[in-house]
């Protein structure tokens, strides 16, 4: 016999566990490639602030 | 001395059923050009064990393995080695950038899941136990590795008839997703235009991904480790640029080893004695099923991404979310430039093709963590 609270449990909390991993790595994703981004962004005015002070 | 036997005398009616089932994925693969890595071998490998005393599959059953390709199955197949191999060999051919540059596309992979937990009931509706259940639905995600590693561990006995399905429907991608995707959208929304290019994504970002990608779900769901740790591993050797050598290896040579056992062995391990049985129309029916309904799964949560964002994006990409990695992401593109010849949808397909199989990964780990 299927013991269907077991079945719902397990389709329940795996889909919604796919999602919310998912949604967790691309937030990650997204804040580490935010702060490159701006990394580079600040080095690179700093290297031309340096260019025209020369 | 032994009495010799011929193997004619010992044909049956399903051996000669199988070897037209053999015939057409040989056929599939030299004329129709789908899929020849794996229907040329996987017909092969059919045609080979259905022929009467070789042997090849000798002692499977009884777990005490003695034909050639019996070996193979048993002790690099069944045990989820190859599969685990072949996701080595997949990191280091695939490219991270267009997910990088748009993680959301990540959702879209996550959402192309459903049809794994549709069927997973269907299965169960069906008479299929619990763990049975679960690696029929894993079939929705249209990843051959990842289907054979699940049904390896959660049911062995059903491994043939997945990994046949799996493959299959991969290769019928281009026939069975048009049809679900057209019943979903409308003719605008499928010329809604993309700008085809995607934003620069720097080396250290594709370096610092396989990282992320195996800290962040490892530790969330620590049963897909072998599989998620396995594709990160190769792309990181793609990627870091010092390991060219491992990577060419890995996704060359070392992959076309792995698919050639891979291959015939799950041809192999469909002797028609136990293939042709309605357990196993089952699996196909329900296989099919899980493909069409994680499709329009993937193509329903674009549309609704396109309700909450300002930039809409064309709602076929979500489609490419079923793993199928790059042949759903180039069905998007061929109905995205029959919809609107501008438009050019293959890199933007290719980041939920991606996140599709991280996520079908994911969904196996979770099956592996309650039910393993």
Known sequence: ????????????????????????????????????????SKQSKEQQVKEKGT | ????????LALSWQHLVMWL??????????????????????????LLVNLPLGGLFEGYAEGQSTGLLAMFFQYVIKNGIIPCLIFLGLGAMTDFGPVIA??????????????????????????????????????GGADGPTSIYLSGKLAPHL?????????????????????????????????????????PVSKLEKMLFPMIGAIVIILLVPKSAPLIGSFMFGNLLQVSGTTDRLAKTAGGSFMDICTILLGISVGASMPGMLFLTPQTLFIFFLGVVAFAISTAAGTLLAKLMNVFSKEKINPMIGAAG???????????????????????????????????????????????GMVG
């Open chain 2, 322 to 368: 079923v793993s199928a990695v790059p042949m759903a992401a180039r069905v998007v593109q061929t109905m995205g430039q029959k919809a609107n010849p501008r438009n050019f949808l293959l890199m933007h397909a290719m980041g939920p093709n991606i996140a599709g199989v991280i996520g079908t990964a994911v969904a196996a780990g979770v099956f592996l």
């Open chain 1, 1 to 40: 016999m299927t013991d269907w609270g077991q079945a719902m449990g397990i389709a329940g909390f795996g889909f919604l566990t796919v999602f919310v991993v998912l949604s967790i790595l691309a937030s990650v994703l997204w804040l580490v490639c935010s702060a490159i981004a701006k990394s580079v």
């Open chain 2, 102 to 139: 748009n993680p959301k596309t990540l959702l879209l992979g996550a959402g192309a899941q459903f049809g794994v937990y549709f069927v997973f009931f269907c299965a169960l509706l069906f008479g299929f136990t619990i763990p049975e259940a679960c690696s029929i639905g894993i079939i």
């Open chain 2, 159 to 199: 491994l043939g008839p997945i990994a046949v399905a799996a493959y299959s429907y991969m290769a019928l991608v281009p026939i069975i997703q048009p049809p679900v995707i057209k019943a979903l959208t409308s003719k605008e929304e499928r010329a809604i235009y993309m700008k085809p290019e995607l934003r």
């Open chain 2, 21 to 46: 089932i053999a015939f057409a994925f040989i056929y599939l693969g030299v004329a129709k050009k789908m899929e020849p890595l794996l229907l040329i071998p996987i017909g092969f490998g059919m």
């Open chain 2, 1 to 8: 001395m032994g009495l010799f036997e011929f193997g004619v």
